[in-house]
């Protein structure tokens, strides 16, 4: 880290062991992502709070190259496991981590892109069965089962019908996955 981790408390004493806690947590983030130019903890003692006495709320606030930041600021109101200071410390620094994480992704170029559904017409249906085909956009016929079928379900599916689906690789060719209708028939 280029700079000196600071660590506020608010409304409980800054006790050395509360302080190695913190450190040792900030240290393991620095040690796995390496990537935090600046670190600031503020610990919000319990009975500071005018709704949610008696909960310790940890705070995070994580500066990264280019600009980029990691904030930890809510901590789960109504939630008597936050009365425990060791807790609420661990909830907060796994938070960070998982944002972390994705920060370190993005900065990496690693992430994921979802494809965009596509739509056609149930070509076929084999209720009995629990299966059906969908006539694709370029006129293949792909495979779906029953229970890709979101929304009102398979029952309700009749040939005709508008769906929207995402195409996927199956076992024996390409298949259909979160079928669901659009609503109206095809012409």
């Known amino acids: 880290m ?15 062991d509360r302080q190695e806690k913190i450190l040792r947590l900030i240290e393991k983030l620095e040690d796995r992502y ?6 600031r903890v503020v610990v919000k003692g319990p009975g500071a709070h005018h709704r949610t006495g ?3 709320e940890i705070n995070l ?3 990264l190259p280019d600009k980029r930041e990691v904030a930890i600021e809510r901590t789960p109101h109504l939630d008597e496991r936050f009365q425990d200071f060791d807790f609420a410390l661990n909830d907060a620094f796994k938070r960070a981590r998982r944002r972390l994480q ?3 992704r993005r ?4 992430v994921k892109h979802h494809e965009a559904a596509l739509t056609g017409v149930v070509k076929k249906m084999s209720p009995r069965e629990g299966y059906g085909f969908i006539e694709t956009s370029d006129g293949r016929e792909v495979y779906f089962h029953r229970n890709s079928v979101e929304g009102s379900g398979f029952d309700a599916l009749k040939p005709g019908a508008r769906v929207r689906y995402r195409e ?3 076992r024996e060719g390409p298949q259909a996955s979160r ?3 659009l609503g109206g028939d095809a012409a």
């Open 179 to 181: 079928v669901s209708p």
């Open 61 to 63: 606030h994580l500066v």
């Open 168 to 170: 996927e690789q199956g």
């Open 2 to 16: 280029q700079t000196q981790p600071k660590i506020d408390f608010q409304g409980v004493e800054p006790s050395s």
């Open 54 to 56: 008696g909960l310790y």
């Open 107 to 110: 900065m990496r170029g690693k």
């Open 102 to 104: 994705d920060q370190v």
């Open 34 to 39: 390496g990537r935090a130019t600046a670190c």
